[in-house]
């Protein structure tokens, strides 16, 4: 009988044949009912999107709808993972979607969405690019575009940033070394901060120096000692800073 009939072999009556119509028609027909079952869970909301998702997997499962169908079904499986977060899936899916009916602009657009959350910026852009070919005029997508060219614009400034200041480290450490200096262990972080060595442009170096005069209990910091300065120039600096402090304080007093 043709319910039984093995993988491969051909139906050879008019029964077996007639058969397997009533049952490619029965699971095509069982196919679309899940489809449509699983929109309908969609709208009933976030608590039936699971059984959206398993709906739209049944009816892909059943094997029996056109490329274009299947292409429809998991592009709304993947809308439906994208509701929940589950961005890898949802990516996944609308690749599987593009590839069974590539003018999907609906399975694009949600590639598009999925590799934006999933930081796949080149992915992305890409995908809107080929989504706007397909529907130049939607707002939704040019949203998304712009969207997707700022987190672009962003990281690559990032890493310029990046590169820069790893750059400037190497320079900084190159010109330490070559001046045969050793660095020590890094003290006193509450009284100079962040402050760190930097290099001009004629490849002189500029050091944080912090003062500290421990009878007294206190501490002058410079944030901008040049290496060719003398530490006199400096102090005089400071001896005349304190001076003038000191008469302005005996003014208000008087």
């Keep these: 009988m043709a319910l039984w009939m093995e993988t491969g072999s051909e139906p050879s009556t008019e029964k077996e044949r007639a058969d397997l119509d009533a049952i490619a028609a029965l699971k095509e027909s069982a196919a679309i009912e899940l489809k449509e079952k699983g929109n309908q869970y969609v709208k009933m909301g976030k608590k039936h999107y699971t059984d959206a998702i398993d709906c739209y997997t049944r009816a892909i499962n059943q094997k029996v709808l056109s490329d274009s169908e299947n292409s429809l079904i998991f592009a709304n499986r993947a809308h439906v993972n994208l509701l929940l977060g589950n961005y890898r899936r949802a990516l996944m899916d609308a690749d599987e979607a593009i590839k069974l009916h590539p003018s999907n602009a609906k399975a694009i657009y949600r590639a598009a969405k999925a590799s934006l959350s999933l930081n796949l910026l080149a992915e992305a ?5 080929q989504c706007l070919e397909l529907d130049p005029e939607n707002e939704e997508l040019k949203k998304l575009s712009r969207q997707v060219d700022l987190q672009i614009f962003e990281h690559e400034q990032r890493e310029a940033q990046v590169s820069k200041a790893v750059a400037e480290a190497k320079d900084i450490m ?19 901060g962040l402050k760190k060595p930097v290099l001009d442009k004629n490849n002189i170096l500029h050091w944080p120096v912090l003062f500290l005069y421990p009878e007294v209990m ?5 944030d901008d000692f040049c290496e060719t300065d003398t530490f006199s120039a400096h102090l005089d600096l400071i001896s005349i800073y304190v001076l003038f402090v000191t008469s302005l304080d005996i003014k208000h007093v008087f």
């Design 125 to 129: 852009k890409s995908y809107c690019e």
């Design 174 to 192: 190159s010109a330490i070394e070559n001046r045969g200096l050793k660095i020590g262990k890094a003290m006193f972080r509450e009284l100079i």
């Design 218 to 222: 206190s501490s002058d910091f410079i």
